[in-house]
């Protein structure tokens, strides 16, 4: 069993910065993929980035290629999402995922665990 805590969202302008971070519990975080989707209002939750269980590895939905950066701290049990030059468009719920079953299990729509979510909102 692993729980997820998001923590990091708020209100940013345009071309702000901003880092997510989502604290895991349990043993065997280390062996889990990790990822970060997005749910905006009347919305389905779409992904966003996805790294492996060692950070060998990551994916990012084409939307934020380049802008954000998913990262891992196997030793902290956390993984972070820093998010550069903010959109509007990147206003939304942000929502942690893990799953035992590698980077697969979770694109494109999320593994076994999922955190509360944190709001992220980018103003114009």
């Known amino acids: 069993q692993v729980q997820l805590v998001e923590s990091g969202g708020g209100l940013v302008q345009a071309g702000g910065s901003l880092g997510l971070s989502c604290a895991a519990s349990g043993r065997t975080f280390s062996s889990h993929a990790m990822g970060w989707f997005r749910q905006a209002p009347g919305k389905e939750r779409k992904f966003v980035a996805v790294i492996s269980w060692s950070g060998g590895s990551t994916h990012y939905a084409d939307s934020v290629k380049g802008r954000f950066t998913i990262s891992r701290d196997n030793a902290k049990n956390t993984v972070y999402l820093q998010m550069n030059s903010l959109k509007p468009e990147d206003t939304a719920v942000y929502y942690c995922?893990?799953?035992?079953?590698?980077?697969?299990?979770?694109?494109?729509?999320?593994?076994?665990?999922w955190g509360q979510g944190t709001q992220v909102t980018v103003s114009s």
């Open positions: 995922n893990a799953d035992a079953g590698g980077i697969i299990a979770i694109i494109p729509r999320g593994g076994d665990y």
